[in-house]
């Protein structure tokens, strides 16, 4: 059974940081493209940010210079580094595994990053 695990969300002050951490069971971790997504009340999901089975990285350009994505394959972790947060980044956010032969992935519960002025 897939289980994706988000941790580390919380209350912080603007520009304050943040990391998530997603750990990834039942897939074979190593094959999976693993991304960020979030969800803002009201709001459509976005895709903030993925990180490709070689190590090749993309971000929203919300997120470009404040956000890092990274993934331990040994740890069967995916990992987002948020710094300068803003209050705009309030939303839900979501784990995604996905391989390349499926058309939609597995997702995360969601864990809360509220940003406060």
């Known amino acids: 059974q897939v289980q994706l695990v988000e941790s580390g969300g919380g209350l912080v002050q603007a520009g304050g940081s943040l990391r998530l951490s997603c750990a990834a069971s039942g897939i074979i971790f190593r094959v999976n493209i693993m991304s960020w997504y979030r969800q803002a009340p009201g709001k459509q999901r976005e895709l903030v940010a993925t990180v490709f089975t070689g190590g090749a990285t993309t971000y929203a350009d919300s997120v470009k210079g404040r956000f890092t994505i990274s993934r331990d394959n040994a740890k069967n972790s995916v990992y987002l580094s948020m710094n300068s947060l803003k209050p705009e980044d309030t939303a839900v956010y979501y784990c995604?595994?996905?391989?390349?032969?499926?058309?939609?992935?597995?997702w995360g519960q969601g864990t809360q990053v509220t940003v406060s002025s």
């Open positions: 995604n595994a996905r391989r390349t032969t499926t058309l939609s992935g597995d």
